[in-house]
């Protein structure tokens, strides 16, 4: 019955973080979501196998929900799809079990929270490097938190995740205090300091922010964008991959989607998505050459991805930047490949590198290279203007993915303190501003031209684009040299039992003193 009791109460958690994150709104129930989960984890301190149980449960319902749906064979599909649930479920079972260790080996409780919450945010930097990018945060539920989103220029993602995962512990940590019967006058002033002073941070942090924005400098570039939804399905992708033809009519509805922009209003740029048609566009002279001439009888600049490959037979997935004359002006190769699918027929190159435009630079992000904060802020530390997320997310299918990887570029926008702009096949496309509020945002398989001005501001690098990284590092640093001496405080603990046992056994427990 109290196992019952426990995933019950995981099962609640699960459903208040799955409604306070993309694509719901309820970004309130974000601050509730994980106290019924510590509540589980606390009441099985006394078997920390329990907790690892309990968290690993809990990993694989949240993102077995999260993935259902990909387009791909059945084999395929379940196969890949129980593999990525258990790397990614490893996150919670790893700090459940970690939860378990601290409450019995730290005594003093404010110590053990504040090991909880160091172990929640290094756990979720690891696991940003480590697996495929689309884990789900705790920062994720104030995706539309405005008021607090401007946090992440100075601690990024992770920072905000810390908060949330601060609030849920207090309260968690309150809820039990009363259910114990321990709920006293000290307990109440400690939790209630702790409140104010995250508040206080907070309005620090807020006036620091409009000092800053008030030194924003106007610029008079100003460019006239139109992004291109072609909602071009997985399987079209893969009858153009057989069929020439087929690519051909792909090839030629984004033409038609780039001729219908210009119809309405002035535009200067116009962006393609990632692999737009599946087809070496700017290899093939076919397509290349009609490229170039639309670009240069409608003097309009383009960004439009590709595949190609070098001279050594090496594949890339790339993106061209063809200039308003109808000249090549620019590659941005893909640098991080995702994991297994990709990595067995593309290559990666090793530098990042801008696409220059109107003395514009351009920071180009490729598919889901956008859920990584080190990328942009990379981009940025080069002198990137603006960052561009350019994607095809067809093959995701009916998952939340498509709205994961949209919050993460509401985040990257914030975090660097700059216009993005995100163009995916299928959706969501969206233009994001340096405060992270999502402008023309499109809705998931439709076609649509979003046109929109861009006013660009010269803002510079942030904390979080110059420091953020390596802060992360040295916190990461920090909680594995605390870790370790921890680990060396059971060994000892564990030879001064071994010790005593042995002198109860040779001289008897009557003699011993």
Known sequence: MEHFKKIVLCLISISLFTLSIPPFHWNFLGWIAFVPFYIVIVKSKHRVSDGLLYGLIFGMILYGLAYVGIYKSLPLRIMGITVIILFQSFFYASHSYFVGLILKLVSKKYNQYLMILLNWVVLEFLSNKIFFGFSMYASMSQYENYSLLYLAQYMGMFGISFLVITVNLLIAHGYLMLREEKWNTNGIVKIGVIFMALIFILIGF????????????????????ALLQGNVSDLDYKLGDRNFSYSDQLFAKYLRLSAQSLESSEVDLIIWPETSIHRYMLRLSEYRNRLLQFARDNQVAMLVGSQDFDEMGNQ??????????????????????????????????????????????????????????????????????????????????????????????????????????????????????????????TKLFTEEVVHFQLPLKASGSTFYSLYGEFVWWILTIVFILITVSLWFRIKQNRRIDTLVNFLRTSKGEDNFV
Not at 334 to 349: D, I, M, Q
Not at 397 to 404: A, D, E, H, K, S
């Open 206 to 225: 807020e006036v620091n922010n409009q000092r800053i924005a008030s030194k924003q400098i106007e610029t008079s570039r100003q460019i006239n964008v």
């Open 316 to 441: 890339y997935n790339s993106v061209f930047l063809i200039s308003s004359e109808g000249s090549l002006e620019g590659k941005y190769d893909k640098t991080r490949l995702f994991p297994f699918t990709e990595k067995a027929y593309t290559a990666a190159r090793g530098e990042l590198e801008l696409l220059e435009w109107q003395e514009l630079k351009l920071g180009i992000n490729i598919c889901f290279e956008s859920n990584f904060p080190e990328h942009s802020a990379q981009l940025v530390r080069q002198g990137a203007d603006l960052l561009c997320v350019l994607s095809n997310n067809g093959a995701f299918g009916l998952t939340r993915i498509p709205y994961f990887t949209s919050a993460f570029s509401i985040f990257r926008a914030v975090e660097n303190r700059k216009y993005l702009i995100q163009v995916m096949n299928t959706g969501i496309s969206q233009i994001i501003t340096p405060m992270g509020v999502s402008l023309k945002r």
